[in-house]
Structures are given as structure tokens and as C-alpha cells.
């Protein structure tokens, strides 16, 4: 059984192969998958998810993470995602590899949601916006550079202004301009892309101010009481999911729902269609584009799999 490192992992998972790796994947079939969050009894919040991915004759891939919100508070700090991908053979269910979990999960998400760049921004787009200096930020704001070569400025805002300057001396991406800046709104109104990488309950995203043809990419908001963009963001773009598996629960699209803003069949398509060509994706220059960064089970063993490809 092979152990795969971190620093094996962000090495061999760069952008341009993972997020190619992905949309390949979903030229396939899908894989069955499952998941289960349990919360930490009688806790402050923490929790623990255990997602599963099998397709039959390729692979089963089990991720065994925990995620701890106040780790980043411990001194010294540790990461609030730690756990691990196992690997195993789908026909004896002998294991074949473990991974840190942390920098799966990192790579993983942060692919994911630049294949929707890549399936939905606009090819010229410029200007990238991240919202959150978190442990993933580093990771989607790469991954979005990677789908558009064409970014050539990125501007980064937290609501603790000194994490998002410390993430932004941190970056060096050739010919791009990498700031922090104090002023979400005005970040807003100039992105080409957004990415809001958050564990916000309260949207942080206002629809009126987003230019044209923007694309919006929703990380954060995995569960139904968490919220990154308002309602008029909602209605106003053209919705996606990277899966229709889970949608239930995240809360951008469930808090719209219940208020009767639209229904479910508002989400347009999914990776799938799009990659498949059910779907044409941004219909016009003008467009704004939304897409929400769902995850699953399945993409764990998608990047699982281009992991093993390159070991």
C-alpha cells in the first residue's frame, strides 16, 4: 500500500492536469457515491464527514476528513480540514493508497471550481475576485488562473483585512497583479470572476453591483442555514452545480428555494451535461454565469484516480 504525502500530492495535482483530469471524468459514467456528516456530540461545531465514491472495475475512494473550525485559533495553528483518502482495489477491496486528506480536499475543490471557469467564465476574463484568505483561497485562486490564462490581476478581500494581506504577499503568479483590497463592493463590480471561498451565514455577494458576463463561483455555503450570495445575485444569473447530488444543502440555492424564488429546476445543468454538450453553458458575452461548488464523493474518487495515473 502506498502512502502519498501532502507535499506528494499538491506536486503531482497540478491545476492544468487536475482540473483536465476532471472534465474528463465526466465523459464517463458516474460513479455511486454516498456520504455521511456526523456532528460532534454535544459539541461546539465540529464535525467529521466520511464521503465514498465506488465505480465498478476502476476504483473505490474513501475520504475520512474532520473538519474543526477553530483549529486556526490553536497556537500554534492547525488546519481546520485533516483527515485522509483511502484507495482500494474495486475487486478484491484490497487498499492500494492513502493521501492526506487536507491537501486532497484542497486540490479537489479547488479544481472542481476551476472547471467551472473553464465550462462558464468568459475566455477574456481579466479580473479575478476571492472572497476568503482561508486554507482553500491560495488553492481556487490558482486553480481559476490556471482555467483562465487570460487573469492578469486578482484581488482578494477578508473580513480580517490582515489575512487576506498576508495571502496576497504570499502569491507570485507570472504577469498577474495579486492585492488586497478593503472593499468587497467595489471588488464586486469589477471581477470577471468571483470566487467566494467562506463560511459566511450571511451573503456577502451583492447581484447588483456584478458587471455582465461576470461568472460567480460558490464554494462555501455547504450547509442550509449558510449563505455567500444574495437573493438578487440568485435570480439574476444563470445558475449551475457541479452536481445535482447534494444541492439540497447548500444554502445559496435552498434559502431561495424555500422563500419561493424559484425552484430547484432552476439549476441548468451540471458538469456532466456540459461536458457531454447536453448543455451549451454562457449563451452570451453579457451573461452572468453562477455556478455552485457542490463536491461529492464522486470527484474524490475522480482525483484519486489522477493521482494514481502519475505515481
Not at 492578469?152 to 504577499?169: C, F, G, Y
Not at 464586486?188 to 461568472?215: E, F, N, Y
Request: with cysteine.
Amino acid at each position: 500500500m502506498r502512502l502519498v504525502t501532502a507535499e506528494q500530492v499538491h506536486d503531482l495535482l497540478d491545476y492544468p492536469y487536475l482540473i483536465n483530469a476532471l472534465r474528463v471524468a465526466h465523459l464517463g459514467p458516474n460513479p455511486t457515491s454516498d456520504h455521511l456528516i456526523a456532528e460532534e456530540p454535544e459539541g461546539d461545531g465540529n464535525r467529521f464527514v466520511s464521503l465514498l465514491g465506488w465505480q465498478k472495475d476502476r476504483l473505490i475512494a474513501a475520504k475520512l476528513v474532520g473538519v474543526f473550525p477553530d483549529n486556526l485559533r490553536l497556537d500554534p495553528p492547525q488546519a481546520s480540514v485533516q483527515g485522509l483518502v483511502a484507495v482500494f482495489d474495486p475487486h478484491t477491496g484490497a487498499p492500494l493508497l492513502v493521501a492526506d486528506g487536507e491537501a486532497m480536499t484542497f486540490r479537489k475543490t479547488a479544481a472542481d471550481s476551476g472547471l467551472g471557469s473553464d465550462l462558464l467564465a468568459r475566455r477574456d476574463a481579466a479580473v479575478l475576485l476571492v472572497v476568503g484568505a482561508g486554507g482553500l483561497a491560495p488553492h481556487v485562486l490558482a486553480a481559476h488562473c490556471a482555467a483562465r490564462p487570460s487573469i492578469r490581476q486578482v484581488l482578494i478581500w477578508n473580513r480580517t483585512t490582515e489575512r487576506a494581506q498576508a495571502l496576497a504577499r504570499s502569491i507570485s503568479l507570472p504577469d498577474v497583479t495579486v492585492a488586497a483590497i478593503p472593499d468587497l463592493d467595489s471588488a464586486v463590480a469589477q471581477a470577471d470572476i468571483i470566487s467566494c471561498v467562506t463560511m459566511s451565514r450571511l451573503p456577502l455577494i451583492k447581484g447588483k453591483l456584478m458587471k455582465p458576463g461576470a461568472h460567480l463561483d460558490l464554494v462555501g455555503a455547504y450547509l442550509p442555514e449558510m449563505r455567500e450570495a444574495d437573493d438578487q445575485t440568485m435570480t439574476r444569473g444563470t445558475i449551475f452545480a457541479d452536481t445535482r447530488e447534494g444541492i439540497e444543502g447548500a444554502g445559496d440555492l435552498a434559502q431561495p428555494v424555500a422563500a419561493g424564488l424559484f425552484g430547484w429546476d432552476a439549476v441548468q445543468a451540471d458538469y456532466r451535461d456540459l461536458v457531454i454538450g447536453h448543455h451549451p453553458g454562457r449563451r452570451s458575452e453579457d451573461e452572468i454565469t453562477i455556478c455552485k461548488n457542490v463536491g461529492g464523493g464522486h470527484l474524490d474518487l475522480f482525483t484519486a484516480e489522477a493521482l494514481m495515473a502519475r505515481i
